[in-house]
Each structure stands twice: as structure tokens, then as C-alpha cells.
């Protein structure tokens, strides 16, 4: 088949979270299962600047249509692997920044002329280098836009573009939405402006644009697809996705086991497999050498890495102050967001500097140790469409505490429910749930001969991507 991925992150080039990953696994499998693909990616500085992009090659020059005025912009191209292109949809006043989406403090205020401009960018490209996909897949709301901008395209000059659009929502709490006088940059037609289009309380949204228009839409783990058509998950757009509840599924994200593999993980210091545990015990030690702490500690170590946001639970693990105060047990956690949340946290690391520590910054390798290095993390989300990192503890023999939501209680078994199946712990996503789930895994810590049997089935946990991007291939085929 001839895909076309479009996205606003794509590991190793640009991530600020799971889309990156996610995206970069799915294209990288489709492309090795012999699929033609392309992936079309804002050329931000980091790719453009990125070493496996100094072979690309300006192969369009764009002029895009943005209201009543045209922008100019260019498409460069390279092949990082076999079957598979990357397309930079470059303009460096839009692009040519040191982050994707805004700085710490505030988003940009361009973001939706940005992705307009994106969206469009992708439409001309796919029209002059006259791609024709069986299939256009665009990701959150960034993509949004992109099957009415197709399909309007396509009427205009009487052509096909692509026999099929899917959207997928990563995460329905980002919506893409902006005052309604930017619409008109679109050149989409009036009526669209209305209830029955991208209009959402006034505003413009992208994300129900995406929902709406797409012929297929997905989400990332068969419970989120249930959680968004409800008033506690939907984030206002749950009566948008029920109205498509027909067309919409969930598809479980896998894991990029080239990258998440502590067999051949080349970013922690030592490797390991289930049957040899030892080179775990070295990532521990260097994780609490790391961490500031003694490297020899022999109680728990409870990891967590994840962007600090309101989604992620942070707070609810700061309500439990008490329990790292009172237990002899550290805390690694990697994270960068909310400033709030992260002074909450450095709060924590000053009241109790010989159990906690704090790296507030984008770490891949350290990312990397604290899930080698822990006995446990951390996931006290509040919603998780799917979450990565409860599958990549598991694959690296660290067992999850994930609170009973989304994809965390698709892809983590409770022990407690199944204890002849069990690969971590759920719990409730409130102060009670997170406490219940901390006390249980200090009791299993002291049960050694649990730890290791719990610890041996999650590394045995099948998360590979083949099985999703067979799902995928079914759905662009229209086989489900
Ligand atoms: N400070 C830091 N340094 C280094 N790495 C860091 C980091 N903070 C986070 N990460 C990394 O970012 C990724 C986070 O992925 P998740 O899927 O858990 O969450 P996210 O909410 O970003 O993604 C959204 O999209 C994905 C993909 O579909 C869904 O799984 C998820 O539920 C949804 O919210 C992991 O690879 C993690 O290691």
C-alpha cells in the first residue's frame, strides 16, 4: 500500500512526548512490512538540523494559499531507511524555532497558522508530486484540518489525492482550538464555519475537524475509544466522537523495540534479559549514583518520567508526601512541564533531599536508566489514552503502578485481581488510589520470590508493533 503519515512529531527528529514515538514506530514497522511510506513532518530546527536529515534534498518549492495572501515555503525529502520517506514541510518563520509548540511560559501565538500552513504544505506536496496514497493518516489535532483541506483539494482540480483518510487521537485534552477569525486562512468554504463543522463554542477546533471529517478515526487503546464518548473523558468533544462511534476504534500503540529493548539498549550502562538479571543491577546502582544517592540502597526505588501536566497525576503523588517521608524508599523522577508542579516537586526534594531527586529537563538517556534502573514506576495519570512507559517498564523487568484508566489498564494486569497473571498494580486515580497503590508495592517488594515472578512475565509481555500495524493495515484496507 502507499501511506502517507502526517505528524507534528517523529522520533528521533522531534518529541516532546509519546506522539513522537508512537508515530515514528508505526511508519518505521508499515515500512518494513513493504508498505510505500511517507511521512510528512514540520520542519522544525531540530529536524532540519538533525544529523540523519544532512542528506535532504529540496524536492518542492511550496506557495501556499493562506486567506488573501500567499506564503511561500519548501518540501525537503530523504530516505532514513528503506521504503520510507521523510518530507520536511519547511518555512523558518513558521518552523525555524527552538521548540515545537511555544516556550515554557506560553504557546506560540502563530500555532494556528502554523498548522494550517502545515496541513496545506502536505495537500500541495501530495498534489505536485503526485503521490496518490491508498491511505492519509494524520495524528491529533496539529492534522486536524487535513481531510477537509484533502477533499476540498481534490474537488477543485478534480483529482485524487488519497482513496482514504484516518485520524487518530493521542490525546483528546489537546484540542487545536482558536478564534474563529483565522478560519478564513483555511479557504475552506463558509458553511463549515458553522456547528456542523470545525465550530466548537464559538471558536474553531482542529481536533473536531479531524474527528468529523476523516473516514476513520482511531485512538490508542480500545478503553480510551470507550472513555471519549463519555462527559468525564471527552475534554466538551465526547458527543463529536459518539457521533462517529461507528467509524471509531481503538488500537493498542506497541513499543519501538529497536529502541526499548534492554537487550541492546546502547543508553544504559549495562545490558540484561530475563534470564540474566545482573546488568539491572548495575543500571540500579547507576541510577542511584546518578540520583545523588548511595549506590549500594537495597529498599525500593520507585521511578516515574513523564511531561509534568495536570493529565499525569503529578499532584496526587505530592499528596502523598507522607508516604516517602515515612518510608525508607527513593524517588527518581524525570519531568518537565507545569512550574507549578515542578516546584511541588523540588518541595518535596528539599524537605526530603536523601530520598527524592528532581532532573526537571528532556532526558532520552536518562529516561532510558530510570526505567532500567527502578523497581517500580510510577503512572498515576488521571486519563492515559494509551501511555508507553507502563509497557517499557515491563519489558525492562520494572514493575508498573498504573492507575485503573485507558491504555494503562489495557496493556498492565492487576496482581491483586489475577495473581497467576498479574504484571503490576491499579489503583483508583485519587490521593487514596495512589497511596493504596504505593503501600502495595512495598508489600510485594518484601516478597522477593512475587517481585521476580511478576517482574519475569512483563519482560515476557509481547508489546511489539507487529500486531498494531497488522491492525492498521486491516483498517486502511477496510478489512475491520
Ligand atoms: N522529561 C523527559 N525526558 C525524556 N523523555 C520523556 C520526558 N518526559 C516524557 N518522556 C517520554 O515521553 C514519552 C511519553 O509517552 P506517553 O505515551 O506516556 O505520554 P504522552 O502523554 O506524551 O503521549 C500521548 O500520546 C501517546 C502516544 O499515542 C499516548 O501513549 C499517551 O497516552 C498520550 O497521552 C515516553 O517515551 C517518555 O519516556
Not at 51 to 75: C, K, S, Y
Not at 365 to 374: C, K, T
Not at 456 to 470: E, L
Request: charged share 20%; with cysteine; aromatic share 10%.
Amino acid at each position: 500500500m502507499k501511506i502517507v503519515q502526517v505528524a507534528s512529531e517523529l522520533f528521533p527528529y522531534v518529541k516532546t512526548g509519546g506522539l513522537a514515538d508512537a508515530v515514528s514506530a508505526l511508519a518505521g514497522t508499515l515500512a518494513e512490512r513493504g508498505h510505500e511510506v511517507s511521512v510528512f513532518l514540520p520542519g522544525y530546527r531540530a529536524a532540519v538540523d538533525h544529523p540523519l536529515a544532512a542528506g535532504a534534498q529540496r524536492t518542492l518549492g511550496l506557495r501556499i494559499e493562506m486567506g488573501d495572501t500567499f506564503m511561500t515555503g519548501e518540501v525537503r525529502s530523504f530516505s532514513p531507511a528503506p521504503n520510507l520517506t521523510l518530507h520536511l514541510v519547511c518555512r523558518e518563520e513558521f518552523f525555524d524555532r527552538r521548540n515545537p509548540y511555544g516556550t515554557p511560559e506560553r504557546d506560540y501565538e502563530d500555532n494556528h497558522h502554523r498548522f494550517i500552513f502545515f496541513c496545506k504544505g502536505v495537500v500541495e506536496a501530495m498534489r505536485f508530486m503526485e503521490l496518490r496514497a491508498d491511505v492519509i493518516h494524520g495524528h491529533d489535532w496539529q492534522c486536524g484540518l487535513l481531510p477537509l483541506l484533502l477533499r476540498h483539494t481534490e474537488q477543485r482540480y478534480g483529482i485524487t489525492l488519497a482513496m482514504k483518510t484516518v485520524f487518530t487521537i493521542h490525546n483528546i485534552a489537546f484540542q487545536g482550538v482558536f478564534p474563529m477569525r483565522s478560519f478564513y486562512r483555511t479557504n475552506l468554504p463558509d458553511e463549515l464555519m458553522g456547528i456542523d463543522g470545525v465550530e466548537f463554542y464559538g471558536q474553531m477546533s482542529m481536533m473536531k475537524s479531524g474527528i468529523l471529517f476523516s473516514d476513520r478515526v482511531t485512538t490508542v487503546s480500545p478503553r480510551y475509544a470507550r472513555e471519549i464518548q463519555t462527559a468525564e473523558f471527552g475534554c466538551g468533544l465526547d458527543g463529536v466522537v459518539m457521533t462517529r462511534a461507528d467509524d471509531i476504534v481503538g488500537l493498542i500503540n506497541g513499543i519501538d523495540t529497536d529502541v526499548w529493548n534492554p537487550a541492546t539498549d546502547t543508553l544504559i550502562p549495562a545490558n540484561y534479559t530475563v534470564d540474566n538479571l545482573t546488568g539491572k543491577a548495575g543500571c540500579r546502582a547507576d541510577l542511584l549514583k546518578r540520583s545523588g544517592f548511595d549506590p549500594k540502597f537495597a529498599g525500593p526505588v520507585f521511578g516515574m518520567v513523564c511531561r509534568l501536566t495536570e493529565q499525569k497525576g503529578v499532584d496526587l503523588v505530592l499528596a502523598n508526601a507522607e508516604f516517602f517521608k515515612k518510608n525508607d524508599v527513593r524517588f527518581i523522577v524525570l519531568g518537565s512541564g507545569d512550574k507549578e508542579l515542578e516546584a511541588g516537586l523540588r518541595e518535596l526534594v528539599a524537605a526530603i533531599p536523601s530520598r527524592v531527586s528532581l532532573s526537571a529537563r528532556l532526558d532520552e538517556g536518562m529516561s532510558h536508566l530510570i526505567e532500567a534502573g527502578s523497581d517500580f514506576f510510577l503512572m498515576p495519570s488521571r486519563f492515559e489514552p494509551c501511555g508507553l512507559n507502563q509497557m517499557y517498564s515491563q519489558a525492562y523487568g520494572t514493575i508498573p503502578l498504573v492507575t485503573r484508566v485507558g491504555g494503562l489498564a489495557d496493556t498492565v494486569i492487576d496482581l491483586d485481581h489475577n495473581p497467576h497473571a498479574g504484571t503490576g498494580v491499579l489503583f483508583h486515580p485519587s490521593e487514596e488510589g495512589v497511596k493504596a497503590g504505593l503501600d502495595r508495592a512495598l508489600t510485594l517488594f518484601a516478597d522477593k520470590t512475587s517481585m521476580a515472578v511478576v517482574q519475569a512475565r512483563g519482560m515476557h509481555s509481547d508489546f511489539g508493533w507487529d500486531k498494531t500495524a497488522q491492525a492498521y493495515e486491516d483498517l486502511y484496507g477496510d478489512a475491520i
